[in-house]
């Protein structure tokens, strides 16, 4: 299909915010600065340069805004058949991108699908997204849109506005396309979650989507895996190597900020630093300063921990006792005394404020506890963090079941999740004894398997 | 239509065989189920500590599988999605042709399981060509008689399998694989796999039958390791294609039963099924590819004794 130019598509892609809860364009200080040209030619000349046969699709897009925008989509011969799906995930993308960050400056983009076997290499080109489609790609594993839309985040973060920071321009990139494939997967699946696993065998040739494993946004959706295998590592460090951690690091960042501030918070100053820096540069600490503004409140306790080199954030339950306490603590009836012993084995710090504590007061309630006790009670208390290890003590007629720290699962980048959490009736074991069952399966089949050796 | 009557005679002779099945099932999961026991012990509880109903059980969470794998030690390091439903024997599957070992320390208990049941196929062979109760005296008689020449057997069969994973599959899936894709499409790429393949897994299972017909030959013919061997070599050139058709018909039955492992996924409630779903679910398929494996061994044996009794005495 051919779109054909008009001169009201001269402005397309040009959009006014619909939403009202969104941050307004209209508003005053966030005059948006001028995109970085687009050069016709630059998808031409990347197409030349991959080399190989192209198969090209034109797809006329109409944003929810009603803003209009040519796709061209260079295929691969044998990827022909997921220009559907291409589209249908770049249509969602700027959508969502152009009402969260700021409008898409350009009335065309194009998606080029490299050669499966080129090289891996960054390219940054104004209106031109590139993907690495696989010529068998399961339905409902949505690594392919995952591509398409974190190439398209890139169009704000990178291209539209210059940030010389990699690894924030990464981390944005793959919070905002686990925002979208949330709501691709629940469109089509009617199920919230991000994708399903995908796992690949013969020789990464052949996928398959396993139907039970769910993939959840705020998890898998950054690549927290990568994380977790280098939670120390430097983002200052500009080898590939570590890229992926530090993306996922950056993401998981960035999300702790949306589950602490809330979306909203988030999203203006999301918006903010897009329409402030659009064809500048931006740097981690204006990002930041921007996110101050649009929040009205001082985040640097969170940036200077978070984005730290090598810093890494351990929150947990070192201890739970309960025993019964015959000081008449709790009046009349039975009494007993429950001590809960939180400790921070990170590095760095989670305190909600950067004004330093007075005396013995804490500064900062960021870090949650819950206790939760056998008659049904339960306690939330706030830590501000810092010290290296905080003892609460309770006096309750009914002794603790269990304690947890983080139990809204804020900070997305404490590193080992298993230690906050203790209990004191032992765990039901039908939480782990599928996994078990699975496993022991698993092992059946790899015996049965390895006889057709002997 | 005389190969189908020997695959069917395969199934008769496992299906009057009970005790064949349920002792052989028994020993993958003597081996197996202690080692679950061990990783249940190690699985810590979820962070997010809630009422499981059995019935009912939450998602697999890859998440916390993954945190648990990286910073719980022992068994929980070799606990990956890998495990769930369908991928797991299509994973192994995948291994076979892929020459990809397990984790190291699980080479321990297939070897365990490599003694055994060498320890145990002279008895199963005998049993599977009598077509009738044999007690169990006999089958140990048979098992015993034979255990150390089978265990020959085996060894050389695994250094065998070596050899050609170390030279022809290094060869055919490494540069010849690399040579042959360059500068293709991955549907290109996909075909010339499927033909390294077809010729690896055509290799795999001319070894694999050779040393098979050759266990038969020791059971069954009381030969040496040597004669034995000779003999399989001498009776897969005579019945080449009843062999391939048996194995054809075998891969069928495979390929029907992981089908239908796959397609309970897909029923509701299938792809996050109840514990007892799960185990009856799992169980099934186990019993599934323990009986295609000694249904072929039984047409095997069929194939072997019809052969004996045809060929003149010389």
Redo the contacts between chains.
Sequence with gaps: MLYFESKSFARACRIALVAGALWSSTSPAMAQGAAPALDPSAADTLRAALG?AYIERRVPLVLTSGARCELRLWL???HIQHAERIADAAREALDQYSAWFSPYPYDQLTIVDV???SPDQERRIPGVVTIRA??LQPERSLTLEAQVAGGIARQWWGTLVAMPDRYLADGLAEYAQSRTLERIFDRRHQRINYSL?E?R???G??P?A???????RQ??GLN??AY??QPGVDLRDNSEAVRPAQAAKSAAAVTTLERYLGWPALQRGLSAAARRYAGETMTAAMFFETLNDAADRDLSWFADQAFAPASTYDYAVAGLTSVADETGACGKGPCYRTTVVLRRLGEAVFSGTSLAPVGPFESGRAVEIEVRFADGQRSDDHWDGRAAEKTLVYHAPAPAT?A?IDPARTLLLDI???N??R?LTP???????????????????????????? | MSIFRTWASGVRRVFWAPAVVAGLYLLTLVIAAPLGAWLQRSLPAPEILQVVDANDPPAPDVDWLDEVSLHVPGLTRFLTPAVIGVAAPLGHLDAILDGSLPPLPLLAPIAVFFICWTAVWGGVIERLAQERRIGMAAAAAASRRSMGRLLILGLAGVVAYLVLYLTVHTVMFGPLYEWLIAGTIERTAFAWRVVLAVVFGALLLVIGQVFDFAKLAIVLGRTSVRQAVADSVMLLRERWLSVIVLLGFNGLALAVLLGGYAASEFIPGGSVPSLGRLIVGGQALILGRLLLRLVLAGAQVDLYLRTRENRPVS
């Design positions: 190989g691969q011969p044998d050669p499966w076997q696989r010529w696993l796992t065998w013969f020789g040739l052949v398959w396993i139907r039970a494993a769910r993939l959840d998890t898998s927290r895996a977790r295998r269990w947890r080992n999740r298993l906050n959490a209990t765990p039901s074991p039908a939480a782990t004894l599928p996994w078990t069952v699975r496993w022991t399966t698993w092992l059946q089949d790899l015996l049965l398997s390895s006889a057709v050796y002997f």
